[in-house]
């Protein structure tokens, strides 16, 4: 077990997308970061990326398993993790799926509970998976990464995007995020969204995500630096933007 100046991160859902930027942003960020990346597959296809990026900071980018709502899987990892540092300083719950574009009437009754049992219950198992260890932190932060697709009052403004299910699962986790916040007042917590952003997870169609300017490399180097500056007296229990604002829950 190691106390150092480290500041050790865990990231999930790292193979693609946003999640992959925030490994590359953190360790080029942060020269103290000991990255851990968490994937469903480690050593598959999939992960090529991520082991280049791993290969760039070797020591400082640590591929491990990690899979969503798995509680005996998120557990092992944090007594590694433990192990190795006896704490964690910064928990990004990333991962997530949006397997299905359509209207609430339309969608398939079976894809609601699939995707809030990756989506919202994937992030409670995380969180409870390292509450000891985000406890032994100085300066702890639990970080759920949501959309405003989660927020009931820009519904409005989203109406034209058919999110369901993929939305309410994001509002249940900006709930749940909230409540962390108030139940846990040593902690530093509140969702993220990184507004629109040029990625393959399929929340848009493909003409709606041509209109996407965000690479995920400039929203990553956005979020982290949100991150890196956050207080709980600041952002604690809010809905934060990309843009440093405050959405509507």
């Not at 509970?113 to 994937?122: D, L």
């Amino acid at each position: 077990m190691s106390q150092s100046a480290e500041n050790i991160y865990l990231i999930t859902g790292t193979t693609r997308g946003i999640g992959l930027a925030l490994v590359d942003q953190f360790a080029s960020k942060d020269p103290s970061a000991v990255v851990y990346a968490g994937a469903r597959n480690p050593y598959g296809p999939g992960s090529t990326k991520l082991k280049h990026i791993a290969n760039k900071y070797p020591g400082r980018v640590i591929i491990v398993k990690c899979v969503s709502g798995d509680k005996e899987i998120n557990e092992a990892l944090a007594k590694e993790i433990f192990a190795r540092h006896g704490r964690v300083d910064t928990v990004i719950s990333n991962a997530a799926i949006s397997n299905y574009i359509g209207k609430i009437h339309e969608a398939p009754v079976n894809e609601f509970p699939e995707h809030f049992a990756v989506n919202t219950v994937g992030a409670i198992v995380l969180f409870q998976s390292f509450y000891a260890l985000l406890k032994a932190s100085p300066y702890p932060r639990f970080i759920p990464i949501s959309s405003g697709g989660g927020s009931i009052g820009l519904v409005p403004s989203f109406t034209p995007l058919d999110m369901a299910p993929y939305g309410p699962s994001k509002a249940a986790l900006n709930w749940v995020a909230r409540k962390i916040h108030f139940e846990n007042e040593w902690l530093v917590c509140f969702p993220l969204c990184p507004g629109g952003v040029n990625t393959d997870m399929g929340i848009l169609d493909a003409e709606q995500v041509e209109k996407l300017t965000r690479t995920p490399t400039e929203a990553a180097s956005l979020l982290v630096d949100i991150i890196r500056a956050s207080t709980r007296e600041k952002d604690g229990g809010t809905f934060v933007s990309i843009e440093g604002g405050k959405h509507p829950w």
